[in-house]
């Protein structure tokens, strides 16, 4: 990944982008809730800080940068998503950013919510 790329998509609106998420898990029979759960799961927001970050349209550094808490468990994520192995991203923002897109690919793939959240 070039880092012209990448300075593209952290300065993309994270609300640009949220309604891709919800469509997509939705064609495949999910919803904009566990969407949310895992958005919840991967940064710490809740769903008021969540909401505020779409209205100001923040951009997806901010979105990561202030985040509350990424989840420990982040490490367990692993697998292709875009053509790269999310555990060897070395950027981390960048990693941040496929780790979402990683878990909401796996809900529209149907997999179970507690396998998602590395339960």
């Not at 468990?73 to 790269?84: A, D, F, H, L």
């Amino acid at each position: 990944m070039n880092s012209k790329n990448n300075e593209r998509v952290y300065k993309m609106s994270f609300a640009s982008v949220y309604p891709h998420y919800i469509t997509k898990a939705e064609k495949k029979g999910r919803t904009k809730e566990e969407v949310d759960e895992i958005i919840f799961w991967l940064t710490g927001y809740n769903e008021e800080g969540l909401q505020e970050l779409i209205d100001n349209k923040t951009n997806f550094e901010d979105f990561f940068g202030q985040a509350p808490k990424i989840n420990p468990n982040v490490s367990k994520i692993t697998g292709v998503i875009c053509g790269y192995r999310v555990e060897e991203i070395e950027e981390p923002l960048m990693q941040k950013v496929r780790y979402l897109d990683k878990l909401i690919d796996e809900l529209a793939k149907g997999k179970a919510m507690e396998k998602i959240l590395r339960k």
